[in-house]
């Protein structure tokens, strides 16, 4: 079969093929919806292990801020870096169309989780910002509750 493109029309399209592909796969939300309310809830359930990690690695960072007085600007970023997946992670889910009722109210509950989470990381990020490390163990102690809360709904759901 005979080529249909002019010689040098052909890398011009190869590379508006690439560049189209490459921004496909910069979408910030490249899920779909779950068909069933199994698959939304085990997407929810991934959602919040991956919260809970991001959860616990902010209360570790605390409790090593305030226990041996921590290096603060290194805490502020791995504590920023873990704001950030907590919200994506929030965002994503959010961005998943529920199958059903029951599914609405199953992201209702995890979305109520995730924020009281993000809020408390949140906190933490902003005394560290202003070097409060003393202390930094009572701002983190809501993460203890929004871990095992995290813990309950995998539980629950898993």
């Known amino acids: 079969m005979p080529a249909l493109l002019p010689p040098d029309l052909r890398p011009r ?3 508006l093929a690439v560049a189209v592909a490459l921004l496909a796969a910069c979408s910030r939300h490249p899920v779909g919806p779950a068909r069933t309310f199994g698959a939304y809830e085990a997407k929810a359930v ?3 292990e991956s ?3 991001s959860v616990e690695t902010v209360r570790l960072a605390s409790e090593a801020g305030d226990d041996h007085d921590g290096f603060g600007p290194y805490l502020s ?3 920023s870096g873990r704001e950030d997946a907590l919200a994506g992670v929030q965002d994503t889910f959010r961005s998943i169309q529920s199958p059903d009722e029951g599914g609405d109210a199953l992201g209702d509950e995890l979305d109520g989780l995730l924020g009281s989470a993000l809020s408390h990381v949140t906190e933490i990020r902003t005394a560290l910002r202003r070097g409060q490390l003393a202390g930094l163990r009572d701002v983190a102690a809501p993460l203890v509750d929004d871990s095992a809360a995290l813990e309950r709904f995998v539980e629950d759901h898993g």
């Open 13 to 15: 399209l190869a590379a």
């Open 46 to 48: 991934t959602t919040a």
């Open 51 to 53: 919260a809970r990690s």
């Open 77 to 79: 970023v791995l504590v």
